[in-house]
């Protein structure tokens, strides 16, 4: 076995996944109103709390300007809410909101049938032996990030 040439088959293995698992995430919200984006900023906030635009953005890596647009969207259908920043006047805190807490939690519970599934085909030391490629890859690629305020182009 060559380690080199097994990383890189994972490596190209990211994107389809990456796109596939978008799909399935957008098939399940389908008639929620909510993006594949939307879903994004509304797991960021559930799991840290209030945040800015901009620390969303950071967040999710990102740019400002999409991040409020998904903002406002999620706004709009009462799943967010703004709230008063301490750290900034200008830049307020967005929270989800009773609502939007709830309605994540559906889009959750629907995911979760799909991962409990996919699950079945691995050992934890598989699923553990993964996240620790995948985290040391990112680690290692760090410094190839862009400033999300002012994302480069791949092209």
Excluded: W
Excluded at 30 to 40: D, H, K, L, S
Excluded at 79 to 93: D, G, I
Excluded at 115 to 122: G, H, K, M, Q, S
Aim: net charge negative; glycine share 6%.
């Amino acid at each position: 076995m060559n380690k080199s040439v097994e990383l890189y088959e994972i490596i190209r293995l990211i994107r389809p996944v990456h796109r596939r698992l978008a799909r399935a995430v957008e098939a399940k919200l389908e008639g929620t109103g909510v993006t594949v984006g939307m879903r994004a900023v509304m797991e960021v906030l559930e799991e840290a709390g209030p945040m800015s635009v901009p620390d969303t953005g950071r967040a999710l890596f990102l740019a400002r300007q999409q991040i409020q647009l998904m903002m406002n969207a999620l706004e709009e259908q009462a799943l967010v809410e703004r709230k008063p920043n301490p750290a900034h006047k200008r830049s307020p805190l967005f929270a989800l909101t009773e609502k939007g807490r709830g309605a994540f939690g559906e889009i959750r519970a629907k995911e979760n049938d799909e991962i409990d599934a996919v699950c079945e085909l691995f050992s934890e030391t598989d699923l553990t032996s993964a996240q620790k490629v995948l985290c040391a890859m990112l680690d290692h690629f760090a410094a190839f990030e862009d400033d999300p305020d002012r994302p480069k182009s791949l092209e």
